[in-house]
């Protein structure tokens, strides 16, 4: 009955449409149109895996708002989230090749990772990266006129076969720590 084929057609396709936007809403963060916590796990795991493979250097980098609680507790909530939101666009905007990847890590943080690329290109283009969020010009202390800005800290490194993902993204949030230490809105980087 050509009815009754119509009718289950239609309502496979509606079903395939709701899974798919389930699955999308579930890997990406809902704020700021990035990938959230979860894709980044998903995709990190086979950058690594693909990394290793292909014997090519991989960037694992942490970016972290500066004094985002200051932001929050001057503006408010509303407009640190237009805050978090720029900074991801910003982001994502510099993170053009197919192996580049960003995604929102928690709160004000975000990750990147870079495959084939060496070391001192990455650094380079996180150093573009931080200028151009400072050069939105969000401004962050009327009193002091200091804008938004970001610290960065990351690693380069062709992984080991037995090399564990985590003790390199470990070394990346202490590169962010020693940003943050040295005085903020700055890259530093191991390799």
């Known amino acids: 009955h050509p009815a009754i084929v119509r009718a289950r057609v239609h309502t496979h396709i509606n079903l395939f449409q709701y899974r798919t936007q389930i699955e999308r809403e579930a890997t990406v963060d809902q704020l700021t149109g990035v990938p959230n ?3 980044y796990d998903a995709v990190s795991s086979k950058r690594w895996q693909d990394a290793i493979r292909l014997g090519a250097p991989i960037s694992i980098c942490m970016f972290d708002i500066d004094k985002f609680k200051v932001y929050n507790d001057t503006f408010g909530h509303p407009a640190g989230d237009k805050v ?25 943080e975000f990750v990147a990772l870079m495959v084939g690329e060496p070391s001192e290109k990455v650094f380079e283009h996180l150093k573009t990266v931080r200028q151009a969020i400072e050069d939105l010009r969000i ?12 610290s960065a800290g990351g690693v380069t490194i062709v992984p080991p076969p037995d090399g564990s993902y985590a003790s390199y993204l470990k070394v990346a949030d202490t590169m962010l720590y020693d940003a943050k230490r040295a005085g903020r809105n700055r890259v530093v980087w191991a390799n």
């Not at 982001?91 to 192996?99: E, H, Q, V, W």
């Not at 401004?139 to 970001?150: A, C, L, Y």
Request: overall charge positive; proline content about 5%; charged content about 30%.
């Open 37 to 39: 916590r979860r894709r």
């Open 139 to 150: 401004p962050h202390d009327p009193k002091t006129s200091e804008w938004v800005t970001v």
């Open 84 to 108: 978090i939101s720029a900074v991801a666009k910003t982001l994502a905007s510099y993170m053009k090749r197919s192996t580049d990847f960003v995604a929102r890590y928690g709160g004000e």
